[in-house]
């Protein structure tokens, strides 16, 4: 961040304009103008707020918007990511494999059948069950 800031204060000097001046232009504080130069990101809101402001001074300064803005992505990358993509997989692996060698709990609630003949053996049962208990019935009222 410090590198784009310095471009940013070279240019802005090569121009020969005040740091004022950009701060009128461009409608920002004149703090805020300070800060990207020095390059300290920390001030910013958020890092779209930080891109944006990257995008706007470049173009006002006549840089490559583009060329300073994937600069800032690689400064943002190297910040924030610290682990490999390799640890990364290897820990998904390790993940997965716990997940799949963990014992599940058995509920009536998660009770998984096996295939849909267990469904259909139910389904009978309840079935027989309910005629026997209808027949039941039956004889009890015919034979009072």
Known sequence: MKEIGEQFKEKREEIGITIEEVSNDLSRDVIVIQNLENGN????RDILDLKDMVRIYAKYLGLDDEKLLAELDDFIFEKTSKISVEDIQARLKKEQEKKKNEKK??????LEL??????????????IVF?????YVLLK???L
Not at 41 to 44: D, L, M, R
Not at 105 to 110: A, F, L, Q, R, V
């Open 41 to 44: 990101h920390k001030v910013f």
């Open 105 to 110: 709990i058995h509920t009536p609630y998660t």
């Open 114 to 127: 096996k295939n849909e003949k267990d469904l259909t053996l139910v389904v009978i049962a309840a079935i």
């Open 131 to 135: 005629i026997l208990v209808l027949f």
């Open 141 to 143: 009222i015919l034979f």
